[in-house]
């Protein structure tokens, strides 16, 4: 199991076990972590599942593909540390990581 | 439904359409739902606010595989939504494409009464909401106050483009919307600024090309950056605040045409007085008929007990629809059940024998 905290914008933060294969976005929705709404559940289609990565694993999380690059279009408040967290798979590797939710999602 | 719209709505004009049902929906549902009806010779019209059919499936995920259609291993949505485009086909159903349902009311001959936003008028039967998620609409951007702007400065959509002429607008987007529009309107504004948040554009490549040629000529300009707040009052922006890599800045501009996708709204279907569950229209599992006789939902838009948003689920509650609706479309004829293997009436229909 891979732990991941999530941090609202008011500080709240929430740590998560979830199994490596599932999403960033699973990972919230199966333990109802507020603010991250999936509305095409996953699918790279709507952009409210939109989260921040942590300053120190955003090396390890990397860069979007092309099509979750032009789905962030559709996001808002996009930063240099945006993902979709539908696109991020879980492993061993992103033990520990760290992601901010956004204030809004589109 | 409330008693404001059992009133008698505008006259009938030469212009309104009657016909038996009217589907709302041209996503997969909607598709099928003619099908079923017109097994049993009950002819449809179909509206949606897309300007092609398929609803989600083509808007959202065209290219995308689907595994849960019976009998097809692997379908696109595209594909799904042209193999049901040729399955309708024998009964030439007639579209309305681009256009929201917005009024519906019982006359007093008991049949419904249908308006469009673009003015298209119905008389029908019955009525068959297949509006799976609710009408794709604009999204619109969670910008302060932007509602106080839209339909006066702010804009999803440009009806006419004289509309634009001698304004200074600002268009927001990556897509061939804002690369289209950004094309069509710098001839007649005063000014043009396309803001994207970044410089790499998802529109078709020549319409990128010739928007950066406008830039070259200093005709537009083009701002990498985001809109994070508006500058305005009664209704008419005085500017937009972009964030850039270099700071904020304050952009002066008249008219902001924000183009960030569409995303589903339950719309009019609120409005009509039906019983709704959580915002999706309370059907029973005999007829999928609503709290309102004669109108039928099928598809994700309806709930029961049980309910799953499947489109092989809205494929079932087609045909049980049909059966019901043909009790009120004929009601002095019988249903009888044919197979479409068999039946050389079902098959002249298909066109098949």
Redesign the interface.
């Known amino acids: 199991m891979t732990k991941i905290t999530f941090i609202q914008p008011d500080g709240e933060s929430q740590t998560v076990d979830v199994e490596n294969g599932l999403t960033v976005m699973e990972a919230a929705k199966l333990n109802d972590v507020p603010g991250i709404e999936a509305e095409c559940g996953g699918a790279c289609a709507c952009a409210t599942c939109h989260v921040y990565v942590d300053e120190g694993w955003r090396e390890k999380v990397g860069k979007p593909a092309e099509m979750e690059e032009d789905m962030l279009d559709f996001a808002f408040d996009v930063r240099e540390e945006s993902r979709l967290s539908c696109q991020i798979k879980v492993s061993d590797a992103l033990d520990g990581l760290i992601v901010r939710v956004p204030a809004k999602q589109f | 439904m409330t008693s404001t719209t059992l009133a008698p709505a505008a006259p009938l004009t030469s212009e309104t359409i009657e016909t038996d049902a009217i589907v709302i929906g041209a996503g997969p549902c909607g598709l099928f739902a003619v099908f079923e009806l017109g097994l049993l010779d009950i002819k449809a019209h179909v509206v949606d606010i897309l300007d092609r059919p398929g609803g989600q499936c083509a808007e959202?995920?065209p290219e995308?595989p689907i595994y849960d259609v019976p009998a097809l291993p692997i379908v696109t949505g595209q594909e799904l939504t042209d193999r049901l485009m040729e399955q309708i086909k024998p009964f030439n159903p007639q579209f309305h494409f681009s256009e929201r349902i917005d009024a519906l009311s019982r006359q007093p001959d008991g049949r419904f009464r249908l308006t469009t936003d673009a003015g298209t008028d119905f008389l029908a039967k019955v009525v068959v909401v297949a509006a799976g998620g609710g009408s794709f609409t604009p999204?619109r951007?969670?910008l302060p106050g932007i509602e106080n702007y839209e339909g006066t400065s702010v804009f999803y959509s440009v009806r006419k483009i004289e509309q634009m002429r001698g304004k200074d607008v600002v268009i927001v987007?990556?897509?061939d919307s804002a690369l289209d529009w950004t094309l069509n309107l710098a001839p007649v504004a005063k000014s043009l600024t396309l803001v994207?948040?970044?410089d790499?554009f998802?529109a078709a490549p020549h319409s990128v090309e010739k928007m950066r040629k406008l830039v070259e000529e200093a005709s537009i300009r083009l701002l990498i950056g985001?809109v994070?707040a508006l500058e305005g009052a009664n209704g008419e922006l005085s500017a937009v605040e972009i964030k850039t890599s270099n700071g904020n800045e304050r952009l002066p501009c008249t008219a902001m045409l924000p183009f960030?996708?569409l995303?589903m709204k339950l719309g009019p279907v609120a409005d009509w007085g039906l019983n709704l569950h959580e915002n999706l229209i309370n059907v029973d599992t005999e007829r999928f008929e609503s709290s309102e006789k004669g109108i039928f939902a099928i598809g994700d838009i309806n709930w029961y007990p049980g309910k799953l948003k499947l489109i092989l689920s809205g494929f079932h509650e087609a045909a049980l629809m049909a059966q019901a609706a043909h009790r009120i479309v004929y009601p002095d004829k019988k249903v009888l059940f044919q197979y479409t293997t068999s039946s050389s009436s079902l098959q002249k229909k298909l066109g098949v024998k």
């Open positions: 959202l995920y995308k999204k951007p969670p987007g990556g897509g994207h948040r970044r790499d998802r985001q994070v960030f996708g995303t």
